[in-house]
């Protein structure tokens, strides 16, 4: 007998939410020039944009949202209803917020609305975009997720979140 289990909620958008929460990483920590920004627009979606810049070994923008643990199983999956510009991103998980190192996959967008289902056992571990020789991710609980651009151009991106489930 399967059980159906009702999606937990990471994050729902809309007219309310503090855009402080989500909080921007981009490669200025390490001399770049890219600038990403977050906002909530009139649609009350979250908003992701901004220019990627190669300048001074530059590349890569980012947005981190942190949050009490959620429990995971070795079969759960985040599902991300968006809309972003044809351009490939990144997803990455913490099941600790302070592990240096953490589980990544990346995903392209089409254009239009979408779905993104992500099955957490598929993520590997990387730290700078290095690999890490460790197994894919196994945890029990996240408490990060982080979308970043960096596809090796320079480039404007637009990545538009409605609402972020785990299943």
Known sequence: MMLLTEPQLIFKFDHHT???DWKIIDDVVMGGRSSGRFSIDTNGNG??????SLENNGGFSSVQYQFNKIKTTKDSKVIIRLK???KEYQFRIKS????????????KTSGDWENITINLKDLYPSFRGQTMRMPNFTG??????????????????????DRIDLN
């Open 140 to 161: 029990d609980s996240i408490e990060e997720i982080v979308f970043l651009v960096g596809n090796k151009k320079n480039e404007s991106f637009k990545l538009i979140l």
């Open 96 to 107: 600790n917020r302070n592990t240096y190192y953490s589980y990544i996959t990346n995903f």
């Open 18 to 20: 503090n855009s402080n």
């Open 84 to 86: 972003g510009d044809g």
């Open 47 to 52: 908003v992701f944009s901004g220019d990627v």
